[in-house]
C-alpha cells in the first residue's frame, strides 16, 4: 500500500511560478513510476510529467519547457517545479505512483492540490 499527499498549489498570477510536492509512504517506492496529472474544469485528466523508477523524465507537450518533474528516493518525494504559468494551467493536480509487480498493475492516487493562475 502507498499513501500520497499533494502539497504547494494555490493560486497565482500568469506568469508566475509554484513549485507541487507529493510525499509518498509505504514499501518499495523506489520501484515505481511517478507521474503527476492534472484535471481542469471540464475536462479529462491528463498526464503533465513522468519520472520512471530508472530517473527517465517525459513531459506533455503542452507543459515541455515550463514544467521541471523530480523525485528525491531518500526523502520519497516528488516534485513538480512550474514556471511561466498560464490560465489554461488551472487544475487540480494529481500525484500518481504505478509500478507492474508479478503481473499486477499497481495505482495509487493522492487527493490533488488545487492550482489556480488567474490575474
Known amino acids: 500500500q502507498v499513501q500520497l499527499v499533494e502539497s504547494g498549489g494555490g493560486l497565482v498570477q500568469p506568469g508566475g511560478s509554484l513549485r507541487l510536492s507529493c510525499a509518498a509512504s509505504?514499501?518499495?517506492?523506489?520501484?515505481?513510476?511517478m507521474r503527476w496529472y492534472r484535471q481542469g474544469p471540464g475536462n479529462q485528466r491528463e498526464m503533465v510529467a513522468e519520472v520512471t523508477n530508472g530517473g527517465d523524465i517525459r513531459y506533455a507537450d503542452s507543459v515541455a519547457g515550463r514544467f521541471t518533474a523530480s523525485r528525491d528516493n531518500r526523502v520519497n518525494t516528488m516534485f513538480l517545479q512550474m514556471e511561466t504559468l498560464k490560465p489554461e494551467d488551472t487544475a487540480v493536480y494529481f500525484c500518481n505512483a504505478r509500478r507492474l509487480w508479478q503481473g499486477s498493475i499497481y495505482t495509487y492516487w493522492g487527493q490533488g492540490t488545487q492550482v489556480t493562475v488567474s490575474s
Open positions: 509505504g514499501s518499495g517506492l523506489a520501484s515505481y513510476t
